[in-house]
């Protein structure tokens, strides 16, 4: 699977939008992009996944670029409960769900 | 609602003694179970994967003979630490599979903080 990166940390101010970035330049044709959180103590939290369209859902919007190499999770508007870590990971399309879990991005909301 | 369950949430143990950590899916039939390991500050390590009937596969550098697997069952997979040492503490999460988990969101325990002492 290939591997992302993202900042290690990021603030973002109570409801504004949070916009987190991943890159995956080594991303082949049939590895979709998943998104994670994480909230101190406890599991991930699935949030969104797509493979070359943007997606949007009820927790956020996905969108990535044309290239796929890179990809920003985008939080609308933050509030404190979203704080946490955020982890990027590329899977293959057949995957058997196996989770390759990189540092992710700490997410600070402030108010 | 949720649809895993894993408990205990969080368990303190003398060294030396055994500790079960369960994991169930409440939703589905998991089929495999991947079981993962989080020390502080630190990102999740996957320690081993373990399928229905069968023995689990770890990953390089856990020990199978310390970590238990046990999936008996399509809804209920436990991780035993035998023998439990102070470096064993750290935080522990599951995440069942039902069959493929091609192009579906994956969802995972609450995890179990173990501490030894």
């Known amino acids: 699977d290939a591997k992302t990166t993202q900042p290690p940390s990021m603030d973002c101010a109570e409801g504004r939008a949070a916009n987190l970035p991943c890159n995956h330049s080594t991303i082949s044709g049939n590895e979709y992009v998943y998104w994670y959180r994480q909230i101190h103590s406890q599991g991930p939290q699935y949030i969104i996944h797509g493979l070359k369209n943007n997606e949007t859902n009820e927790m956020a919007s996905l969108i990535i670029t044309e290239d796929r190499k890179s990809s920003t999770l985008i939080l609308p508007h933050a509030t404190l409960r979203d704080t946490a870590v955020y982890y990027c990971?590329?899977?293959?399309?057949?995957?058997?769900?196996?989770?390759?879990f990189g540092q992710g991005t700490t997410l600070q909301v402030k108010p | 609602g949720a649809v895993v369950s894993q408990h205990p949430s969080r368990v303190i143990c003398k060294s030396g003694t055994s500790v079960k950590i369960e994991c169930r899916s409440l939703?589905?039939?998991?089929?495999?179970m991947f079981w993962y390991r989080q020390f502080p500050k630190q990102s999740l390590m996957l320690m081993a994967t373990s399928n229905e009937g069968s023995k689990a596969t770890y990953e390089q550098g856990v020990e199978k003979d310390k970590f238990l697997i046990n999936h008996a069952s399509l809804t209920l997979s436990t991780l035993t630490v035998t023998s439990a040492h102070p470096e064993d503490s750290s935080f522990y999460i599951c995440s069942p599979i039902q069959g493929s988990a091609y192009n579906s969101p994956l969802h995972f325990g609450n995890g179990t903080r173990l501490t030894v002492t």
């Open positions: 939703d589905f039939q998991a089929t495999t």
């Open positions: 990971i590329v899977l293959f399309s057949g995957n058997t769900g196996k989770l390759i």
